[in-house]
């Protein structure tokens, strides 16, 4: 059967077997539009009305545009030409640099340019920012014996320079974490405790003496490279270990610092654990990053444990404790192998 077109015959009307054709060609064409677009990146929504030519595919969905999934820290597929583009081998780039922006906003009071990736999803870098951390109090140390202070004072110049550096975000933490052992009574009032803005006792005691430790065996280590060594392993593997326990343990509530920080990926975990160990090899040696690793996540895991059984949980301020506490005991590590 030909089928007569009427742009060329103006004068010969449209057949109706003529018109039922087209339309069976057109919505073959628009059934077709639709099945390419499995992935769901131009796919219809439900219930959405179709477009007066029947051709054209309805505009994608929040969720399914690429700005979106950018925001929610969605990876992007390496393989999907219309998503990645000819920016794929930027991508890992592009997330790195980002992570390092949300952790150094986080651990640090630096000026960085703040991002909305959550916490969880930069606990990768969470080693790298306490490496950052340690080369910094590096540099305090150094710059105290440049200009003639004795090895006292330019190790209690580096470790006043790490709380200022962080805000003295841990030393809260393990102020409370202290308070929270000392007081009587139910998980409740436990909680109650550490979220109290006041400072108790063992609070005190507990800032007093972890920081006269720190203070003592940077003295005793006197040496530069030595003190570089164990500043950067202490505070690369007191935050390496951290996504570990956020992992493993529970919230002990259901709101707080570390219910907006979330819970890590597991890739994300073993590459923390991972950059934590080597970069305590690269700066001590193999034999010293061993125990040092050993002692961080024995500490790192009673620390938990005690939280465990005292709150349910984990807080940000069970955290902050693990974080001081490993620290301090590699230090201590450091000291022991000298």
Not at 143 to 150: D, V
Not at 198 to 227: H, R
């Amino acid at each position: 059967m030909t089928i007569s077109d009427p742009a060329s015959d103006p004068a010969k009307p449209e057949t109706e077997p003529g018109k039922q054709a087209i339309s069976a060609i057109t919505g073959a064409e628009s059934a077709a539009d639709g099945a390419a677009t499995v992935d769901g990146t131009t796919g219809d929504r439900a219930g959405a009305e179709p477009s007066a030519g029947g051709t054209d595919a309805p505009e994608p969905s929040v969720e399914a545009r690429p700005d979106a999934a950018e925001r929610a820290g969605a990876a992007v597929d390496p393989t999907d030409a219309n998503s990645a583009g000819e920016a794929i081998p930027n991508l890992h780039l592009h997330g790195l640099g980002r992570s390092l922006l949300t952790g150094l906003g986080f651990f640090t009071r630096l000026p960085v340019r703040p991002t909305d990736q959550p916490l969880a999803d930069a606990v990768a870098v969470f080693s790298v920012i306490g490496a950052v951390i340690g080369i910094a109090a590096t540099a305090v140390y150094v710059i105290g014996l440049w200009i003639g202070l004795s090895g006292l004072m330019s190790a209690i110049l580096a470790v006043a320079a790490t709380a200022v550096l962080t805000g003295a975000l841990h030393d809260d933490g393990l102020a409370d974490f202290a308070d929270m052992l000392g007081v009587r009574g139910d998980r409740l009032r436990k909680l109650a405790v550490m979220r109290d803005s006041t400072i108790g006792s063992y609070g005190t005691l507990a800032l007093v003496f972890v920081n006269l430790m720190k203070v003592a065996a940077l003295a005793d280590l006197a040496v530069p490279g030595q003190v570089a060594s164990a500043l950067i392993a202490a505070h690369a593997l007191g935050r390496g270990v951290l996504p570990l326990v956020m992992r493993s343990y529970p919230l002990a509530r259901s709101d707080g610092l570390a219910v907006h920080a979330g819970k890590p990926p597991l890739k994300g975990t073993y590459v923390s654990i991972a950059l934590a160990v080597l970069i305590a090899g690269l700066v001590g040696g193999p034999s010293v990053a061993l125990v040092a690793t050993v002692a961080a996540f024995v500490v790192a895991f009673l620390v938990a444990q005690i939280a465990q059984r005292q709150l349910g949980g984990y807080t940000g301020d069970v955290l902050g404790a693990a974080e001081q506490l490993v620290e301090v005991t590699v230090i201590l590590n450091f000291v022991s192998f000298t």
